[in-house]
């Protein structure tokens, strides 16, 4: 029989499982300058987004334009950062990739010319420009990784703020929730042979066990796929015992 476990209702959207929009600010990207533009832009606050783990530096151009971009280590209020392919290697600065130096630690990068910035955007975290070739500019990712860009893509240079966020315990269930809803985290993660016969095909039962076999076939219906989903073979490997 098909049950509603969570992961069903969760995937169709509901708002209860959305990550929260109270506390969000604007989108932490660069302005759509165009490449040739020279700017200079003043830090004027550093700000906390819900959900965000790195904190935002509100900047000021001189055009009075407000935006806000990651935070580098080493922001202060009244930093002075540059925007634009004249720019100084040195962090906080927004430069094109054709113009970095190998071996030099960027963040929050543009993914497509023009995109304000899409990834390495964690706390803590940082790519480095590889090398430069007629195919486009090649960085090395945190997760080791290496991706070729457009040479007109921006970056800026130096580590995200924030990082060690998630050395520190938790050290109760509330402030584990609170973190993980600011996400839109699954939370807290409760097994399948704990819950109810009606909630959960491995539920029920005089005490906690699946009941049956937990490998389920490719094409079971939403409802029954849960468990070891067409699986080739269960259990431990005896070859090394026969061995």
């Known amino acids: 029989m098909g049950k ?10 509901g708002m209860q499982f959305r990550a929260a929009s109270t506390g969000k600010l604007l989108p932490a990207k660069y302005p759509r300058f165009q490449l040739g533009e020279q700017h200079e832009a003043e830090v004027v606050d550093i700000v906390h987004e819900t959900g965000r ?10 055009t009075g334009l407000f935006s806000f971009v990651p935070s580098v280590l080493g922001t202060k209020i009244g930093s002075k950062f540059q925007f634009g392919l004249k ?25 497509h010319f023009g995109d304000g910035g899409a990834i390495v955007k964690s706390a803590g975290t940082y790519a480095t420009v590889f090398s430069h070739s007629s195919e486009g500019v090649t960085i090395k990712l945190p997760s ?29 269930a509330g402030p584990a929730w609170r973190r993980k809803k600011s996400k839109g985290h699954k939370y807290p993660i409760v097994r399948g042979v704990a ?3 009606y909630v959960h095909p491995h539920g029920g039962g ?25 699986a080739r073979k269960t259990g431990r490997s005896r070859m090394k015992e026969r061995e």
């Open 4 to 13: 509603r476990p969570l992961v069903r209702r969760r995937g169709r959207g």
């Open 206 to 230: 005089r005490h906690q066990h699946v009941g049956r076999g937990s490998t389920v076939s490719r094409n079971a219906p939403p409802g029954r796929k849960v468990g070891s989903i067409a």
């Open 87 to 111: 720019s100084n290697i040195s962090p906080g600065n927004v430069i094109s990739v054709q113009n970095i130096p190998d071996g030099t630690i960027v963040c929050n990068v543009e993914k």
């Open 53 to 62: 783990d790195a904190p935002l530096a509100k900047v000021r151009f001189e």
């Open 144 to 172: 080791g990784k290496f991706t070729t860009l457009n040479p007109q893509n921006r970056a800026m240079i130096g580590v995200l703020a924030g990082g060690g966020v998630g050395d520190r315990p938790f050290m109760r």
């Open 195 to 197: 819950q109810a016969v």
